[in-house]
């Protein structure tokens, strides 16, 4: 019993670094957009075509993201704003957004 345990906590983990992995190249993904939207200005429509491509759609679903279209227009928007994924996800970024929320408040 122990054994299958162990085999399940270690399936399990090697499932949520996949995971990860995946999750990775969707930032990357969406770091590629942001830097075309910046020099050609087709970000968003290069996000959304790759997303919606079966390599796209893979890569979400790995990722444990549904690529429906609701995701697709979250992607697109993220883009249009043009805020790198490691500014976004920054603690900083994070604490600016708070700030300026309760002033708008």
């Not at 054994?3 to 399990?12: C, H, L, P």
């Not at 995946?22 to 590629?32: H, K, N, R, S, T």
């Not at 830097?35 to 970000?43: E, L, R, S, V």
């Amino acid at each position: 019993m122990k054994d299958f345990v162990d085999g399940t906590a270690f399936n399990n983990e090697q499932g949520n670094r996949a995971r990860k992995l995946f999750a990775a190249v969707v930032l990357a993904a969406l770091d590629d957009a942001i830097a075309d939207d910046k020099k050609y200005g087709n970000g968003p429509e290069q996000i959304a075509r790759w997303a919606r491509s079966r390599d796209g759609r893979e890569v979400l679903s790995c990722a444990g993201i549904d690529p429906n279209e609701r995701v697709v227009d979250g992607l697109m928007e993220f883009v249009g704003r043009g805020v790198r994924t490691s500014v976004a996800l920054s603690r900083e970024e994070s604490e600016r957004r708070q700030a300026a929320r309760q002033a708008a408040a």
